[in-house]
């Protein structure tokens, strides 16, 4: 179940099966069509939205004096916004409105800088952008309709919780069912995403199934990830018939794992 998808305008075009919006209005009616709770939306320098059934939410750009480099700028966004409205919990028009500022903030931040991690900005930042405009540019409600109680979900790569091994016992930690036990120390996070047939290599589908159920958490998604040494020149698509055949029995294996752990 998707709650939310964060396509660019050029993206949104082509889930919506349009050459060209119209107009505004035409665009927004275009993605509610496709019946995802929210759509959140970038549009360069045109800015962003937040487009849901009972709320649509714009956010205008920030002024930026000079563009250095526009990659990273989406994911600063995007991640951004996630971890405002996991910050302030409560989901509502005016946490959801916040929250989009202060996606905003990071996104523009970002393209003042080289490169895709360097030009990652910090919550000071971003919070700094924001007071040096004095609270303009904020987002603005477009809908008479307010839905207050909406309720975010949010899912994180389970490899990202090998990050920081300092933290813990390397060793004694250093496989899936204790990366799950980690990640449930994370206030916010519900769902955990999956690597097959990586996280699959040192614990069974019924011992993941049990870990995920224990700690509360749910699988959000298995990713099939073929081993780069043995699929470099493509996996379903590779030129080698025997590296073709391999790579379907890996997705179908895949494919029954995810099953039987939503089973």
Not at 10 to 15: D, F, G, S
Not at 94 to 109: K, S, V
Not at 207 to 229: D, E, S
Request: hydrophobic share 40%; net charge positive; proline share 4%.
């Amino acid at each position: 179940y998707v709650h939310c998808i964060a396509p660019n305008l050029h993206e949104l075009q082509v889930l919506c099966q349009e050459t060209q919006f119209t107009n505004e209005e035409h665009m927004i009616k275009s993605a509610r069509a496709l019946n995802f709770p929210f759509i959140l939306l970038t549009c360069g320098k045109h800015g962003s939205y937040l487009i849901g059934r009972d709320i649509v939410l714009k956010q205008p750009a920030f002024p930026i004096d000079q563009v250095i480099d526009e990659t990273g700028a989406g994911d600063a966004f995007r991640a951004a916004f996630a971890t405002e409205i996991a910050r302030l919990g409560n989901q509502n028009t005016e946490t959801l409105a916040q929250a989009l500022h202060f996606a905003a903030a990071a996104g523009a931040l970002a393209v003042t800088r080289q490169g895709a991690v360097p030009s990652l900005p910090t919550r000071d930042q971003c919070q700094k952008l924001i007071i040096d405009t004095k609270g303009n540019f904020k987002a603005r409600n477009l809908d008479l309709l307010k839905k207050e109680d909406t309720k975010w979900e949010f899912a994180s790569r389970l490899n990202s919780m090998k990050a920081r091994p300092d933290l813990f016992d390397k060793k004694k930690h250093d496989n899936t069912i204790a990366w799950i036990e980690r990640q449930a120390q994370i206030p916010g996070l519900s769902f955990v995403d999956l690597n097959f047939p990586q996280h699959f290599q040192t614990s069974s589908v019924k011992q993941i199934k049990a870990a995920l159920h224990k700690n509360k958490l749910k699988c959000g998604a298995i990713c099939l990830r073929f081993p780069q040494i043995e699929f470099g020149q493509g996996a379903l698509t590779n030129p080698n018939e025997k590296i073709r055949k391999k790579s379907s029995r890996l997705s179908s294996r895949g494919w029954e794992s995810c099953s039987s752990i939503r089973n």
